[in-house]
C-alpha cells in the first residue's frame, strides 16, 4: 500500500513570495491533515478536511495561508505571502474516515523563508 | 488547554543501553496517550498507545504506562539499537467519546541517537 506523499520534499523562497505544497494522500482515506512542524516544537494541526469539505481549520492563519481539497483526494497548501516565521516543515496525514488518532503521515516538506 | 512536555533533548546513547524519555501532559479528564516515531526521512508513525489509566502500551521492545497520578506517560526500552535512532513525539487527544477525540496534541519530541 502506497504511503502519503508530498511534494516537494524541500523549498526555499525569500519573504513575501508564494509557495504551494501537494499532498496525496492514501487511497480510501476519506480525512486529510495539514500540520505545521517549526524546528524544536511538536506538529500543530493547520487544518482537516473530511473528503473535500473543511472541518477544522481553528489554528490556520487565513490572512495568509489557504487550503483546498477537490474532489476529495490531493490537496495543496498555499502560503502568500509568506513571512520568516513560516519556515518548518509541513507534514500531511490521512486516515481512513472522521478524526482520528490512527493517521498516516508523510515525510513531510521543509520549508526555509529568507 | 491541552498540552505535553517532553525531556530535553537530544538524547545520544550507546548501543544496548536503557532508554528513558520522560513525557508528563496537562490535560482534563482522561486522555488518550501515545508515542510517535519519525525515523529519518519518514513521516510520524504511531509507535505504542495507552487509552485507560495504568494501561501499558507496547511495541518493537518501547514500553510506556499511563500513570494518572503523575500525569506522565515515560517512554522506556531496555536495550536500544542504531536502528531506534529516530525522533521521538509524545502526544495525546481528549477523552474518547467527545467531539475532539482524535485531535493530536504533541511534545516537542526528542532526538534520539544510539552509536555502536
Known amino acids: 500500500e502506497a504511503g502519503v506523499a508530498q511534494s516537494p520534499r524541500y523549498k526555499i523562497i525569500e519573504k513575501r513570495q508564494s509557495v504551494a505544497f501537494w499532498c496525496n494522500p492514501i487511497s480510501g482515506h476519506a480525512t486529510l491533515y495539514w500540520y505545521q512542524q517549526i524546528l524544536g516544537q511538536g506538529p500543530k494541526l493547520l487544518i482537516q478536511f473530511q473528503n473535500n469539505g473543511v472541518v477544522d481549520d481553528s489554528q490556520l492563519p487565513k490572512d495568509r495561508f489557504s487550503a483546498e481539497r477537490l474532489k476529495g483526494v490531493d490537496s495543496t497548501l498555499k502560503i502568500q505571502p509568506a513571512k520568516l516565521e513560516d519556515s518548518a516543515v509541513y507534514l500531511c496525514?490521512?486516515?481512513?474516515?472522521?478524526?482520528?488518532?490512527?493517521?498516516?503521515f508523510g515525510p513531510g516538506t521543509r520549508l526555509t523563508v529568507t | 488547554g491541552d498540552s505535553v512536555t517532553q525531556m530535553e533533548g537530544p538524547v545520544t546513547l550507546s548501543e544496548e543501553a536503557f532508554l528513558t524519555i520522560n513525557c508528563t501532559y496537562t490535560?482534563?479528564?482522561?486522555?488518550?496517550l501515545f508515542w510517535y516515531v519519525q525515523y529519518p526521512g519518514e513521516g510520524l508513525q504511531l509507535l505504542l498507545k495507552?487509552?485507560?489509566?495504568?494501561d501499558k502500551g507496547s511495541n518493537k521492545g518501547f514500553e510506556a504506562t499511563y500513570r494518572k497520578e503523575t500525569t506522565s506517560f515515560h517512554l522506556e526500552k531496555g536495550s536500544v539499537q542504531v536502528s531506534d535512532s529516530a525522533v521521538y513525539f509524545c502526544a495525546l487527544t481528549p477523552n474518547a467519546g467527545g467531539t475532539s477525540y482524535g485531535k493530536l496534541t504533541f511534545g516537542q519530541g526528542t532526538i534520539l541517537t544510539v552509536h555502536p
Open positions: 495507552a487509552t485507560k489509566a495504568d
Open positions: 490535560a482534563t479528564g482522561y486522555p488518550s
Open positions: 496525514a490521512s486516515s481512513l474516515e472522521g478524526l482520528t488518532y490512527e493517521q498516516y
